[in-house]
Structures are given as structure tokens and as C-alpha cells.
């Protein structure tokens, strides 16, 4: 018989763990960066944008509060090379990596008759491409370091990978979210021998910075967008904060393989 805990909720706790957020700089990455160091972990974030948003001065700030630190990485996650060069350094400073959320991605809304070669390779090099070189960079450095064994990755996804969202045409950034998903069943296949869990997380509407940029160019889209799904309204960037830290910690230590749908039911109709 098990011995009772003497602390509430042990395995949603990440003292002592490196966890790397790609798209961090800024919105969806962010919030879930935020939770993360709330749980314990130390946090690296890392964007192509050249410097972070404001609000990572305050986030920084509340990493020191919590006796933990946030730190932010330039890199570009097309760049295979760069990016191993930012993973291997985080991992040599800390001695590992414990974990992944795979956030930097874009989106482009164009018909499909209407859709450049060019735009569809970069769609699918920066969401697609780009979150395979990055779990790869990550699972070399947590073998590399003997810190495979409990790692964790969350690869975000989007319920647009399971539907088509009516109303709004983009039909790359659909099929590489339909990709992102695939990716993750794939590596956890592979890289469940090694310890190291690989799922997705597929959220709906969130109202991020540059969803609240195109609300005022189509305002009309933010009470349609709501009437598709059950709830009735969109999400805000912290509804997905308790994701993050149940799919990087051991509260989800049996899942892998798997795709997290929290979309207010907009996929259950």
C-alpha cells in the first residue's frame, strides 16, 4: 500500500527541471512559460523575434520571486544548425534538459487558388520542419545528458488540425497542424524506449495579441467564432496554462502519443 503524500499534487511539481519554449516571446509560449516557472521549472524561451514582448520583463520579474529564472534565446527554428547550437548550450549550462513545448509557429490566411509556392514551403518549414529540428535538438541533448528518462514534449497543435474551420481559409496552416499532430504519435513511437513522452496539444480560438489585431480588421469573426463551439465564447492564452504544466510534469507520466483537445467542444459537435 502506497504511503500517503505529504504534499498536495507532488507530481505537478517541476523543481529542478530545464524546460525550452519555442515561441516564447510572446502570447500562447509565454503564458505557458509563465506556468511553468510557477510549478518550479527554469525556463528558456526562444523566438526569432529580436527581442521578447513587453510583458517578459514582468514574467522575468516573477521568475525571481519564485527562486527560479526565465531566460530568452534569438534563433530562427528553420535554422537546424543554430537552434542545436542554443539547445546544446542551455543543456551544457544546466547539465540537461527535462522537457519541451514546441510553440513557434505562423499563420497565413489565402485561398488555396490563390496560394504562392513560396508562402506554402515557409508555412511548412517554420510549423512543420521547424518543430521536428527542434524536438530532435532537444531529445539529442536529454539522451546526451542522461536526462531522458521522465523528459517530456508538447508539441502545440491546433483543432484546426482535426477540422476545417469555417470561415477562415487557411488551408496550410490546417494540413501543418494535421502534420504537428502525426509528428507527435511518430516520435513517441520512436522515443518511448528512450523515457521520453511526445504529445500534442490542440487548443481552439485563443484571443492572443495578433488574433485581437485581426478582430478589428473582421470584428464580425469574433461572435461567429464563438457561436461554433459550446461554450459559446473564445479563450484566453491562460486557459492553457494548466496543459502546459500537466503535460510536461509527472501528473501525465502514462501519456504519450496523445493530442489534447481544448477547444470549449468546437470539434465534438
Not at 59 to 80: E, K, P
Not at 221 to 235: D, I, K, Y
Request: net charge negative.
Amino acid at each position: 500500500m502506497s504511503q500517503p503524500a505529504t504534499e498536495r499534487l507532488p507530481e505537478f511539481k517541476l523543481d529542478g527541471k530545464v524546460i525550452i519554449v519555442t515561441g516564447g516571446a510572446r502570447g500562447l509560449g509565454l503564458t505557458q512559460a509563465e506556468a511553468l516557472l510557477e510549478a518550479g521549472a527554469t525556463v528558456h524561451c526562444v523566438d526569432v523575434l529580436p527581442e521578447p514582448c513587453d510583458d517578459f520583463a514582468r514574467v522575468s520579474g516573477r521568475a525571481q520571486a519564485l527562486g527560479t529564472t526565465i531566460t530568452y534565446h534569438r534563433a530562427d527554428v528553420r535554422d537546424a544548425e543554430g537552434l542545436d547550437r542554443v539547445v546544446s548550450s542551455i543543456a551544457e549550462a544546466h547539465s540537461g534538459v527535462h522537457g519541451l513545448i514546441a510553440a513557434a509557429g505562423i499563420q497565413q490566411e489565402t485561398p488555396a487558388l490563390e496560394y504562392q509556392a513560396a508562402d506554402a514551403n515557409r508555412m511548412l518549414e517554420v510549423n512543420v520542419t521547424g518543430v521536428f529540428l527542434t524536438a530532435q535538438a532537444v531529445a539529442k541533448a536529454m539522451l546526451k545528458h542522461g536526462t531522458a528518462r521522465g523528459g517530456s514534449m508538447c508539441l502545440i497543435a491546433s483543432m484546426s488540425g482535426t477540422v476545417a474551420n469555417r470561415g477562415l481559409i487557411c488551408p496550410l496552416y490546417n494540413a501543418s497542424k494535421a502534420a504537428v499532430k502525426q509528428l507527435a504519435k511518430n516520435l513517441a513511437s520512436e522515443w518511448g524506449q528512450y523515457g521520453i513522452r511526445v504529445n500534442s496539444l490542440s487548443p481552439g480560438y485563443i484571443v492572443t495579441a495578433m488574433v485581437e489585431d485581426l478582430l478589428v480588421q473582421h470584428p464580425e469573426r469574433e461572435a461567429t467564432w464563438a457561436s461554433h463551439n459550446m461554450l459559446g465564447r473564445l479563450s484566453a492564452p491562460r486557459e492553457f496554462r494548466g496543459a502546459a504544466v500537466f503535460l510536461l510534469s509527472q501528473a501525465s507520466s502514462f501519456m504519450t502519443g496523445a493530442d489534447l483537445i481544448i477547444d470549449g467542444g468546437h470539434t465534438a459537435w
